[in-house]
């Protein structure tokens, strides 16, 4: 019995998350100024957040950003599950590498889409996405960090969000082309419940000391530099209002990715020995080669 057991436990961590070596650490390093925002935001550095990564259409003529997205490996994108509901693998695309948002880098990669995999319960808003292939590392194509599972933040623990959403609240012509970023301050789940009226122990709170995130920052990464001066992700901009600058009497709200390594463990065990992963995911149908 005991023989087995030690089988079992051997199997099961040997099939848990590995981070990618050298997740989290950009090769060309952010700028971490106090000011940033998004909402009226300052630039990031071009490469300085390389796991940044865009969702776009794939119509036939034009590339069209809808979502922000994070790299996690080789292979897989995380996003916020809103972002997908209504798309097909076949008609979008992920960008990575990019600094501009409509204009194509140097550095940029485009991958096709293989699947999109959202979390069964729709209350839950993450989805993993997994690239057609392998994408090559470069300085400007990095993985983020996963957070130890069940993890949690400390009150008012400093993170960064990035993302290509408005930067003039209530003008939807103000999406910025480049790249922008907001530190911002987490709030403590029971400070969250008390003075936000949010109690939701899957999501990160987090204030709006120094910016807002706004509409289209949607399935971004929220990250935070641990002990090491490794970057983790800790959470992704979920759905909810359209916080931007007038919203400061509400929480921003992401999913909490601590909570989710578990579930993501399970799919990539899933994934990997080829099972059904309808036990894990709502599979986004492929309209354009499932009928």
Known sequence: MKACCLVLLTL????AWTPPDGCGRPVIQPLLEAEDRIVEGADAVPGSWPWHAGLHFNPFFDSLYFCGAVLISDRLVLT?????????PHGTRVHLGSHTRETRDATEVVMPVEHMCMHLDKKKDIAIVKLAQKVNFTDFIQP????????????RTELYVTGWGNTIEGDPESMPDVLQQTK????ANSRCAEEYSVDNDDEICTSHDFGSTCNRDSGGPLVRKDDS????????????????????????RYTKLSHFVSWIDDYKR???SG?????????????????
Not at 80 to 88: K, Y
Not at 144 to 155: F, G, H, K, V, W
Request: contains cysteine.
């Open 80 to 88: 916020a599950a809103h972002c997908v509901t209504f798309n097909t």
């Open 184 to 187: 911002t301050l987490s709030v």
């Open 144 to 155: 983020a960090c996963l957070p130890e599972a069940d993890s949690e933040l400390p009150d």
């Open 12 to 15: 099961s961590l040997a099939a």
């Open 275 to 291: 099972q059904d992963l309808s036990a894990f995911c709502q599979m986004a149908p492929d309209f354009d080669r499932d009928i």
């Open 229 to 252: 001066g490794a970057w983790v992700l800790e959470g992704l901009v979920a759905a909810g209002p359209k916080l931007c600058r007038s919203w400061k009497h509400r929480a921003m």
């Open 270 to 272: 899933a994934e990997e």
